[in-house]
């Protein structure tokens, strides 16, 4: 059996390693010290007097800290043991761990502590196959030091181990021969100083020192201040309350500054989404919008300094394009894959100026409005001017990088998930249902900016026009009658591609749907062909393609579903969407801690249990997000003008629910909803 995976997360630092906290190279995992999409170190292996040490236990003490405690021997000789070793360690910009060496003995001991060390400076995009590199190393037993330093070029990265006890220092690692009192302890700190050198580079080594000192104090206290700013959720179902704190948790971690910028953003997650990624980082906002506001405004000014502004077919550019994917390792330095700076999707740039628009009815940030007006526009124009293929008024895409680039360019980003019932691919340029809706959305809300913050009412009225003209040719193009849904997308010619998919949810969101259809993709959504019990498959049951264990073919995402459950309740549908958000929390309540950012599309009634995908990350901002999402559709959460309007629906079995002090242009406000049994039951009273 797989054994389990620990890790140790800040921003896009993370360290992987085994249930003892060792790490060596698994071509099926990212095991090692990882920062920038650069693996800084890959083998980190403790022994003890020559021997392996084995958990006794292990305790998670924050999503940047945890705890071994280890002792040499098998299971069955652990009640003999004589001496036991703990290892803590942090994470932070460097990474740091304590060595802690405890002799139970009446008498005096030696021991030997050697710690093996090494690296690959392997690229995230290589993990399967790490190429090999020439590495310079530098052993320094005076100073208490391993340098271990690649480069090419002007692309250097560098890990430096230091020790805060004498220590032996070879090529290979460290070897402490230390003497133990009686019942006494020898202690040592390991710290890992990840350096980026070169052009817009940072060199992390400044942060070393303040790591040895202040990181887990410091850590402790941002989590304290980002609780502090959330609104504080009191629940009867304490199980909501744990899931509401550790999705908070999870987001809290997976924030960090890209390069050469000083605000923090979200990160796709772990292991394999470890950098900035538009479209989740934006849905992330979206999604946090009346809990963590804060993340919205160094997004989008990030986003915005990174719009497209010229044609470059390798990375997919257009002028008002927004970033798809932002990355900063060796393949991405030289050019080797696009990802540097990689435009690949059809759905950020509408999603941008959403964002925008929602971020402000929740704050009332008229300022960013202002500032961000330009980026917006392009944004605007590049729906029209680049996303019009075929001239016909859809929002289309057709990669330009047709050697490595992203073949979908939407959330389904799958090679295979664009496909109709019979599992047949259709032509480029691709229409899919749910970018006209983000186009419909994204024209409406800047129409709203700007005749309210630009000053340009004749703009607003041409974008109230495409927006009509569009969502009357969509409800003629799309609709398929003779199903009651609509297409998952159009050919070029403007055949349909029926297949029934969860992207019905995200047309209700964006409020493309004529009214008098939605009830029918309620029913469609929460039919048993889409609805697992836990949550709403991408491609339903019943068609060819469909694979239960396929990212886009059958499996379940939560944040796929969160979205579909604002949409229901946006059309009144409340039902459907209660049964959605229970099954989704119900998810996390079955598994624990962080939700997966997807799991398999197996009828709940057949399986009882969340079956996960070896390939889905946890945690991940935009499953965490979800959950936030999903409460707040819940209650109801809707910014109307300077006041919260509140219009709960809670599932059977949630008792009541009340989030406090959510944050907005009203200041601070309290919003309550409770099931219908216990509104019951205090009628009776």
């Known amino acids: 059996m797989k054994q389990e995976l620990v890790h140790v997360l800040a921003g896009n630092s993370f360290a992987m390693s085994d249930a003892q906290g060792d790490m060596e190279i698994d071509p099926r995992s990212p095991i090692g010290l990882w920062s920038f999409d650069t693996r800084f170190l890959s083998r980190w292996v403790l022994t003890l007097d020559g021997e392996r040490v084995h958990a006794l236990s292990r305790d998670e003490l924050a999503s940047f800290e945890t705890r071994f405690v280890l002792v040499p021997g098998t299971a069955s000789h652990y009640i003999d043991a004589d001496v036991s070793v703990i290892r803590h360690r942090s994470i932070n910009d460097s990474f740091n761990e304590r060595i802690t060496v405890l002799n139970h003995s009446s008498a005096p001991a030696e021991f030997t502590v050697r710690m093996e060390i090494g690296t690959d400076f392997a690229d995230t995009a290589e993990i399967l196959r790490p190429v090999p590199r020439r590495i310079a190393t530098t052993a320094d037993s005076v100073r208490c030091q391993l340098r271990l330093c690649y480069q090419r070029d002007r692309f250097c990265r560098e890990t430096v181990v230091t020790s805060t006890e004498p220590v032996e220092v070879d090529s290979h690692g460290m070897t402490f021969r230390i003497r133990v009192a009686p019942d006494g302890e020898w202690h040592t700190d390991l710290h890992i100083g990840m350096i980026i050198h070169g052009a817009g580079g940072r060199d992390l080594r400044a942060s070393l020192e303040a790591h040895r000192q202040h990181v887990r104090r410091d850590m402790r206290e941002d989590l304290a201040r980002w609780f502090d700013h959330a609104p504080q959720l009191e629940a009867e179902r304490e199980s909501l309350q744990s899931a509401y704190r550790r999705a908070l948790t999870d987001l809290a971690a997976l924030r960090y500054k890209p390069l050469a910028y000083n605000e923090r953003v979200p990160v796709g997650g772990l292991p394999w989404a470890m950098a900035l990624y538009g479209r989740d980082a934006m849905i992330t906002c979206l999604q946090t919008l009346p809990f963590t506001p804060e993340l919205t405004p160094a997004t989008l000014h990030l986003l915005a ?30 050019g080797e894959q696009p990802t540097a700076i990689y435009y690949g999707a059809a759905d950020t740039t509408p999603l941008f100026v959403i964002l925008l628009d929602e971020y402000e009815r929740w704050t009332g940030d008229a300022d960013l409005v202002r500032q961000l007006r330009h980026p917006a526009r392009m944004a605007l124009d590049w729906i029209d001017e680049y996303g019009d293929l075929c001239g016909d008024g859809y929002l289309r895409y057709q990669p330009r990088n047709t ?16 496909v109709d019932r019979h599992g047949r691919e259709p032509p480029f340029p691709r229409a899919t249902c749910e970018l006209q809706g983000y186009a419909y959305d994204a024209k409406l809300r800047g129409a709203r900016l700007a005749r309210e913050f630009w000053g340009n009412p004749t703009y607003a009225e041409r974008l109230e026009a495409d927006a009509a003209r569009l969502r009357e040719r969509f ?63 991408t491609y339903a049951d019943g068609q060819r393609a469909y694979n239960p264990v396929g990212a886009h073919l059958g499996a379940v995402w939560p944040s796929d579903n ?50 996960q995908l070896p390939a889905a990350g946890r945690p991940q901002s935009w499953a965490s997000g979800a959950l936030l999402m999903l409460l707040a559709a819940l209650l109801g959460l809707r910014p109307c003008g300077d006041n919260l309007l509140v219009d709960s629906a809670v599932p059977d079995g949630y008792g009541r629910i009340e989030l406090l002090d959510i944050p907005g242009r009203w200041g601070r406000a309290d919003a309550f909803g409770r099931d219908r049994k216990t509104r019951h039951r205090r009628s009776a009273r």
């Open 475 to 537: 409800n003629r193009d799309f609709w398929l009658p003779h199903r009651g849904y609509y297409a998952l997308a159009l050919t070029p010619d403007g055949e349909p591609v029926d297949a029934l998919t969860s992207s019905l949810g995200h047309l209700l969101y964006t409020g493309i749907v004529e009214p008098e259809r939605s009830a029918s993709l309620a029913a469609h959504l929460c039919g048993p062909e889409l609805f697992t019990g836990w949550g709403v498959r």
């Open 305 to 334: 300094l990174l719009q497209g502004g010229q044609l470059d077919d390798y990375h997919d550019e257009e002028p008002g394009k927004i970033l798809a994917e932002l990355r900063y390792g060796e393949a991405a330095a030289f």
């Open 403 to 418: 050697i490595n680039g992203v073949a979908n360019q939407t959330w389904r980003n799958s090679p295979d998930a664009i």
């Open 562 to 611: 969160a979205l579909i459950a604002a949409g229901l309740r946006r059309y009144g549908h409340d039902r459907e969407a209660v049964r959605i958000a229970d099954g989704m929390f119900a998810v996390v309540e079955t598994l624990g801690g962080s939700i997966p950012e997807t799991i398999a599309g197996y009828p709940r009634a057949v399986t009882k249990y969340p079956v």
